[in-house]
């Protein structure tokens, strides 16, 4: 297994991102301009925001939402970004609002024969320490703690989003992951896994599941997370190879069942005094939520009475 090693994102296709712009075709008329909002999406979310973008408009016309990078001279009124942190607070001057989350799930190569076990019982916590942080477990039997692992670890960087979320959920910190550390893009980590037939990782299921069929992408098997972590996969644990069984028993539980990222929307509350930004927010808090679960995000937050208990 190799540790601490870093796969340049430049062996990979760069993805490139045209400017884009959403627009009625109309001439840009006073009330065009009046109806200009400019967001700045972190590079992961571009699916789910374009995704609010078009059916926003479809029932609002004559709205012109310009989604901007960071170079752009044009100042963002709202800003979409991911944070590994729960309950993130408003400041003074800006308002931040819970709009989607997405769990992090680990994913292997599909002819990785390591874990046929796993496959059949799920994985525990414990277990995803023993792999990711070399963290000793009681998980495996004495022979196989004496052989070297059958497995290549890839792991995003630590300082991301995703890598931080991930160890949190397991109590510890990122900068002690294990493994072949990915830069770049998180497409970057999965073609890794694609072309090794020994890879494990993990991922945002927004890129793990095709969102048409609602099934996992080609190519990769979704290691099923025990949840109530009992030693086998109950029933009500049997929905990692569809989208909409994951999104309806883990997405809108009381207490997070998976590592999870929060999508977050920002604004400075001056900004809310325009009756178009405050129509469009609101419009994602609650129409626009439908938009999560086709593109396979979870919703805000809503509560879910089935909730998985130890048995």
Not at 78 to 84: K, M, T, V
Not at 218 to 236: A, F, H, M, Q, T
Not at 247 to 276: F, Y
């Amino acid at each position: 297994m190799n540790t601490g090693n870093t796969i340049s994102a430049g062996i990979f296709k760069a993805a490139v991102i045209a400017a884009l712009i959403f627009t009625t075709g109309w001439p840009l008329s006073a009330r065009d301009q009046k109806n200009l909002i400019n967001i700045q999406v972190e590079k992961s979310l571009i699916p789910l925001a374009e995704g609010w973008i078009n059916n926003f408009i479809q029932s609002n016309p004559g709205f012109r939402i310009n989604l901007v990078d960071q170079n752009n001279s044009e100042t963002p009124v709202l800003r979409i970004f991911e944070s590994h942190v729960d309950n993130p607070e408003s400041g003074d001057k800006e308002v931040v609002y819970l709009v989607g989350q997405q769990a992090i799930l680990p994913v292997i190569n599909e002819q990785n024969p390591h874990f046929s076990r796993e496959l059949k019982r799920g994985i525990r916590q414990n277990q995803l320490k023993e792999i990711f942080f070399n963290e000793e477990s009681d998980w495996l039997f004495e022979e196989e703690k004496k052989k070297e692992p059958e497995y290549e670890i890839y792991t995003p960087v630590p300082h991301t989003s995703v890598a931080e979320a991930f160890a949190g959920f397991l109590n510890k910190p990122s900068s002690e992951l294990k493994g072949i550390f990915v830069s770049g893009d998180d497409s970057h980590i999965l073609s890794a896994i694609l072309q090794d037939p020994s890879g494990i990782t993990y991922s945002r299921m927004s890129l793990i599941y095709n969102p048409q069929t609602r099934e996992p992408i080609s190519g990769i098997k979704i290691l099923p997370v025990d949840l109530n972590n009992n030693g086998r996969l109950d029933k009500n644990e049997l929905i990692f190879d569809n989208l909409d069984q994951l999104i309806q028993i883990t997405g809108n539980s009381r207490n997070p069942l998976l590592p999870t990222l929060q999508i977050l929307l920002a604004t400075q509350k001056e900004n809310l005094t325009n009756p178009d930004i405050s129509h469009f927010i609101n419009w994602i808090l609650g129409e626009g939520q439908k938009t999560n679960t086709q593109l396979g995000y979870f919703k805000h937050g809503e509560i879910n009475p089935e909730e998985l208990t130890q048995k």
